[in-house]
Each structure stands twice: as C-alpha cells, then as structure tokens.
C-alpha cells in the first residue's frame, strides 16, 4: 500500500509563496498535484514523470507553479510563487503509474493540505 503525507500548506497573502511537499512510500510513480476550491470540483494542477524530466501543467498555473521530485527522498515538491486568492483550496498529491491530468487514472492519494491566499 502506497502512503502519500502532504505538507506546507498554510495561509499566504496575494503574491506570496508556498512550497508543498509530498512524502510518498513504495516504488517511484509519476505524481500529480490536484486541488479543490470551496464548492468546486477537483482539478488538475502539476505532474511529474517518475523519471522527473518530464513535467505539465494547467494553464492557470503555468508560469507560477513549479513541480519538482527529489528521488533520493521519495519526495515530490510543489513550488508556488505569486499565489492568486483563487489558488485557495485543499491540495492533494496523487501517484500513478501514467502522465495524465485525469484524476480518476491515479492509484493513490494523500489527505490533503489547506492553502488559503489572502487578498
């Protein structure tokens, strides 16, 4: 069984930065960051390739969001700079075994972690 932990979320002023990591055990997998707004539904956010050259992004974060895996550590990082009120919501790691922004083709996913930007 696949664990997924994320951390870093928190509250940020517009503008600002968060870093998220996610802790995950088992073999290494292409990961993605997906989140969910208040009264939303989920989306796709960041992915990375299990070999770490290969990564995507949503057109809203592009350019402001950066995706990054150490392997040594078994950790994937999600790097957010110049965050928007409407990057407020729970972000979730996922693992799979495919490059996708389809949710529903990710095995595993973590608990979820606050990000909440302040205008």
């Known amino acids: 069984q696949v664990q997924l932990v994320e951390s870093g979320g928190g509250l940020v002023q517009a503008g600002g930065s968060l870093r998220l990591s996610c802790a995950h055990s088992?073999?290494?997998?292409?990961m993605g960051w997906f989140r969910q707004a208040p009264g939303k539904e989920r989306e796709f956010a960041a992915a990375?390739?299990?070999?770490?050259?290969?990564?995507d992004y949503a057109d809203s974060v592009k350019g402001r969001f950066t995706i990054s895996r150490d392997k040594a550590k078994n950790t994937v990082y999600l790097q957010m700079d110049s965050l928007k009120p409407e990057d407020t919501a729970v972000y979730y790691c996922?693992?799979?075994?495919?490059?996708?922004?389809?949710?529903?083709?990710?095995?595993?996913w973590g608990q979820g972690t606050q990000v909440t930007v302040s205008s």
């Open positions: 990375i390739s299990w070999s770490g050259y290969s990564t």
């Open positions: 996922a693992a799979g075994g495919l490059m996708t922004r389809q949710e529903r083709l990710y095995d595993y």
């Open positions: 088992g073999r290494t997998y292409t």
